[in-house]
C-alpha cells in the first residue's frame, strides 16, 4: 500500500499527462510477464525485445521493483520521446545509484547492469537507445490509435472534473486506488515505495498497457499513478461489423462511420477505414453530431471524433 497525501492546496496541482517513455516501459513490462494478458496476445506476437538487453534487465515483471528513475515525471499531453529520454539521460547519478541499490542481488546481475553503476552517463545512452528501438518497432506503428484513445480518456476526465470534481475523478481511477480525507491510498501488495506525508501535487497517467494494475512513482518531486485508459480492449479489436438494424435505421454510411468509431478518429482516418471521401465523412459526422451521437474536440492540430452514451446505447441495443 502507498499513501499520497494530498492537501487542499495539493490538489489543485493534480495534473494530466501522457507519457511516450511509460508506455514504453509498460508494454516491456507485459513482454516481460509470465503470462501475457489476453488483450495484449495480439501485440505482444508481433514485439520483440532480446532478453539481455539492459531495458529488459531493468524492466521488471508485475509484482517486483523497476527503478524509478525510469521515469522523470512527464511535462504534459504530447508524449515526445525524444524529451522524455533527454529528462532520463540528464538523472543525477547518485539518484540511479540509489535507485539501482533497491534491486535484489545487484551483484549478481548482468554486466550491463553493472557497467549502469560504474558508469551512469555512458550507460544511460545505451538505454536511450534501447529504448528508442523499442518503441519504433513495437509501438510507433500504432501510436497514433493509442494516443488517440489516451486523449480521449484525458478529454473524459476533463469532463468529470468539471461534474464531480477532483474527488470523483481520484474516486474512479481503479479499484486498487481509493480516496479518503486528503489522503490517496493505492494497493499494490508488493510495492515497498515509501508513503507521501506531504502532497506536493499528483501526475494522472493514462496508459494503454498498464492493464490490469495501477503503478506508482513516489520517488522524485512529484508522485506519479499511471492506470488504465478506458477502452484499451478495442484498439486490438478486428475489424467491426455493422449491425443490419443499425443501417436500416440510419443508413449503411453513417452506421459505418459510427461503429468504426471504436476509439477517437479524425475525418481522414474514418476517411481511409470507410473508403467513404473526407467531403462525405465530414456530411455524415455533421448529422450524426446533430442528432447527439458523436461530439468532436480538438486535439493538437486534429479534430477527433467519438461516439457519445447515447450512440452507445444505440449500438448496444442494434445488436441484441
Known amino acids: 500500500m502507498v499513501s499520497i ?18 508506455e514504453t516501459l509498460a508494454a516491456v513490462r507485459i513482454l516481460r510477464s509470465p503470462g501475457v494478458p489476453a488483450v495484449y496476445r495480439t501485440w505482444a506476437s508481433q514485439a520483440a525485445l532480446p532478453a539481455d538487453s539492459l531495458l529488459a534487465t531493468l524492466v521488471a515483471p508485475p509484482g517486483a521493483y523497476t527503478p524509478d528513475f525510469l521515469t522523470p515525471p512527464p511535462t504534459g499531453l504530447t508524449a515526445d520521446l525524444d524529451t522524455e529520454l533527454a529528462a532520463l539521460r540528464a538523472t543525477p547519478t547518485d539518484v540511479i545509484r540509489a535507485h539501482l541499490d533497491l534491486l535484489p542481488g545487484l551483484t549478481l546481475r548482468p554486466g550491463a547492469l553493472t557497467r549502469l553503476y560504474d558508469d551512469p552517463t555512458a550507460g544511460l545512452a545505451a538505454l536511450s537507445d534501447e529504448i528508442a528501438s523499442f518503441w519504433s518497432t513495437a509501438i510507433a506503428p500504432r501510436w497514433p ?25 481520484l474516486a474512479d481511477l481503479h479499484p486498487a486506488v481509493t480516496w479518503q480525507n486528503g489522503i490517496l491510498h493505492v494497493n499494490q501488495p508488493h510495492c515497498t515505495a515509501p508513503d507521501v506525508p506531504t502532497g506536493t501535487g499528483l501526475i494522472l497517467i493514462p496508459s494503454v498497457f498498464i492493464w490490469p494494475t495501477v503503478m506508482t512513482v513516489s520517488a522524485g518531486p512529484t508522485p506519479q499513478l499511471a492506470y488504465p485508459a478506458a477502452g484499451v480492449a478495442t484498439l486490438w479489436e478486428p475489424t467491426t461489423t455493422t449491425p443490419d438494424a443499425l443501417t436500416a435505421l440510419i443508413g449503411r454510411s453513417r452506421a459505418n462511420v459510427l461503429t468504426e468509431l471504436t476509439t477517437p478518429l479524425s ?39 467519438t461516439r457519445t452514451p447515447a450512440a452507445e446505447t444505440l449500438l448496444s441495443a442494434t445488436t441484441h
Do not use: C, Y
Open 5 to 22: 497525501a494530498l492537501s487542499a492546496a495539493s490538489a489543485t496541482r493534480i495534473r494530466f499527462a501522457i507519457s511516450a517513455l511509460w
Open 145 to 169: 490509435r493509442m494516443k488517440a484513445l489516451l486523449d480521449a480518456e484525458v478529454q473524459r476526465r476533463a469532463q468529470m472534473l468539471a461534474t464531480t470534481g477532483t474527488e470523483g475523478v
Open 267 to 305: 475525418t481522414t482516418e474514418l476517411s481511409a477505414r470507410t473508403g467513404i471521401t473526407p467531403g462525405g465523412i465530414s456530411q455524415h459526422l455533421a448529422v450524426l453530431r446533430a442528432a447527439g451521437l458523436i461530439v468532436t474536440h480538438r486535439q493538437g492540430r486534429s479534430l477527433l471524433n
